[in-house]
């Protein structure tokens, strides 16, 4: 090993030293390792290594119902549920051939946007904190907190939502959602402002973070990233816009996009992001009307409780829709959407049954974390901490 190690025409005779960072490191932000290669402190090598968790979501899911699957998309990228929740139901919808009902899809936009907006939060506070900068982690994270709280009286959870249905969702939105978000995004946008004074013209979150893990968009687009980290190279792609699903076609936002790729292109890119999240949900509660959030299907939604205890029919519908699952035809479907980190992808075969007969998942982070070798080699080490965070990988995608 030490020959294998040794440095070509080094008159010093030094080697190159391996260092194992995880798969139990706090910055490593999931259950993932990296053998490094240094020399000094220079990055030579990185091996990424993944497969610790052995979630196992892809297998769960073929002996599981088509919404006994929703609980298992929580826990993909756990920052953003309702990211993944949409975008499951949407997948096996359009396999099934139907639409939910215009308030249903309101609805849904409104708290995937919630959840992106959280998610980079999280991202934001994160990398400051890995950086030194412990106040700006802390107004970040209270932000969260308080949207969550939001989200908590719309799911009846905080993390873990499954608050989508095929279909539909569980529920409308309760009395005093209205207030109760205008009062959130009253105290983010608050806290938002501070994490930009603090950091944005920061000397040292600047000059830890510019030029640094930079990657072109050649390379970029080679190695399939897509969302906030694929903008940040001056590719403008954004499945909300460029494949408009829901009613994103009928909302305004912007969508924005860096020029240079490293580490200090990605915070800015959501740091915007999050301000355009806000914009669109906004315009959703606008728009949307009353009206149900469920089809009108008792071979695709439970029926109400009151046709389930007093109807033949109801408890017929009721005890299939629990014991087989939604019937989807035969055939295959892929389904994409924009979450947090990127495209979310769900890729359904379905044999006519009440369960997937085969689903792969296409998570943004297994794209992402893929280019992490060539933005660290030749870097420092402490440039992987901050690298690593702006690539916001997660580890319930990637392992699965």
Known sequence: ???????????????????????????????????????????????????????????????????????????????????????????????????APARAQWIRMVMAEMSRITDHLTALGAGALELGGFTPFLYAIQAREDLWDVV??????????????????????????????????????????????????????????????????????????????????GVDYDVRTHMPYMFYDKVEFDVPVGDNGDNYDRYLVRLEEIRQSFRIIDQCLAMMEPGPVKVDDWNVVLPPKPQVYNTIEGMIAHFKIIMEGVKVPAGEVYGYTEAGNGELGFYIVSDGSGRPWRVKVRPPCFALLQALKPMVQGELLADIIPTFDTINMIGGEIDR
């Open 152 to 233: 908590e009286e719309v799911t009846g959870a905080r993390l873990t939502t499954s608050y989508t249905r095929v279909g539909g969702l569980k529920a409308d939105l309760p009395e005093g959602f209205a207030a109760s978000y205008a009062h959130a995004k009253s105290e983010v946008q608050r806290l938002l402002v501070d994490v930009d004074k603090l950091l944005t013209r920061n000397r040292i979150f600047y000059d830890r973070m510019a030029g640094v893990g930079a990657i072109s968009k050649e390379m970029a687009v080679d190695y399939g990233w897509t969302g906030p980290c694929l903008r940040s190279t």
């Open 1 to 99: 090993m030490a020959d294998a190690l040794k440095k070509e025409d080094d008159h010093l005779h030094s080697e190159y030293l391996q260092v194992a960072m995880g798969p139990s490191h706090p910055a490593t932000h999931g259950t993932m390792q990296m053998m490094l290669t240094l020399d000094g402190e220079t990055v030579v090598d990185v091996d990424v290594k993944i497969g610790y968790l052995h979630r196992g979501f892809e297998k769960m899911s073929e002996v599981s119902t088509y919404n006994q699957v929703i609980p298992y998309t929580d826990r993909l990228n756990y920052v953003s549920p309702l990211c993944n929740n949409v975008g499951w139901v949407l997948a096996v919808e359009k396999a099934l051939g139907i639409e």
